[in-house]
Structure formats: structure tokens, C-alpha cells
């Protein structure tokens, strides 16, 4: 399982974030579990103010959460499905996909939650889902990690 080893975060003081989860459309079943994470985070960790919005691939991820980063968003969770098909469409997409969320947090400096399944089958995607009987939940995980960057970016702000 690839959860394995994962650590136990913590995450603190994140009142007045802003944050904002973008979803893809494509793997309805999957995605409904991976934003069911998301929200159910958000709404443990105490986050008042977020929004949701879709967008129609994995692909489109990097320049959403771009756009919400410039507007001042205090961490994007980017939640997508990939799976490997016949082509290597798969490669691109991922790989496309990971650069432009990767370049978006490094350049503007706003944690991006990495919700990106890359699944060489169904049954991985929905093993990582969230859903009932899933192994791990990577919505949920995507979402804490971003909460538990963004605090520590606000902490570094306030006392470095």
C-alpha cells in the first residue's frame, strides 16, 4: 500500500485561512470521495471560509489554482484522477499536471494540496478514494497537508 510510512500531521491555529479546492470532472465515482475528504478536513480542521470549484481535467489544475493563489488564497488543494491507458496521454497529463502545481506553490508561494491520483487502473483510484472499503484517503490527506503548510508559512511570517 502506498500509505505506508505516511506521517501523522499536525495541524494548528488555522483560523482565517482562506482556502480553496479545485476538483476535476473526469471519474465521478473517485472524485466524489476525493472531495468528501477534502471537505470533511476542512470542516475538522476548523476552516471557516473555502470554496469549491471544478474543472473540466487534471490538466487544467495548475492554471486554476494559479488563479486562486493570485487572489489570495491561503492554500489550494488540487484534487484530480489519472488513469493509465493505452497511450502515453497518461505521461503527459501527469506529468503536466504535477510540473504546472508544482511551478504554481514554488512561484507564488501558496501550499497546494497534491490530490493528484495517477492510478495505473480503476480499482487504484478507487482504493485511494476515501470512499467505503478505500485503503487511504488522499482528499482528506491532500487537504491537511496544505492546512499544515499554510500555518506553517503564517507562523514563519508572524516570528521568523
Known amino acids: ?8 500531521l499536525t495541524v494548528q491555529d488555522v483560523r482565517g485561512l482562506r482556502v480553496a479546492v479545485i476538483a476535476s470532472q473526469w471519474h465521478e465515482k473517485v472524485m ?11 470542516k475538522e480542521y476548523g476552516v471557516e471560509e473555502s ?3 471544478r474543472v473540466p481535467g487534471s490538466f487544467e489544475l495548475p492554471v486554476v489554482a494559479r488563479g486562486l493563489a493570485a487572489r489570495g488564497y491561503d492554500a489550494v488543494v488540487a484534487l484530480g484522477v489519472v488513469i493509465r491507458g493505452g497511450t502515453p496521454h497518461f505521461d503527459y497529463v501527469c506529468e503536466a499536471a504535477t510540473l504546472g502545481l508544482t511551478q504554481v506553490s514554488t512561484d507564488t508561494g501558496v501550499p497546494i494540496g497534491f490530490g493528484l491520483l495517477t492510478c495505473d487502473n480503476d480499482q487504484q483510484a478507487l482504493d485511494r478514494a476515501g470512499l467505503p472499503g478505500s485503503k487511504e484517503d488522499k482528499g482528506f490527506e491532500a487537504t491537511t497537508a496544505a492546512l499544515a503548510t499554510a500555518a506553517l ?3 514563519i511570517a508572524r516570528n521568523h
Open 1 to 8: 500500500m502506498s500509505g505506508e510510512g505516511a506521517p501523522v
Open 32 to 42: 466524489d470521495g476525493l472531495i468528501d475528504g477534502a471537505q470533511r478536513a476542512l
Open 51 to 53: 470554496v469549491l470549484l
Open 153 to 155: 508559512l503564517r507562523e
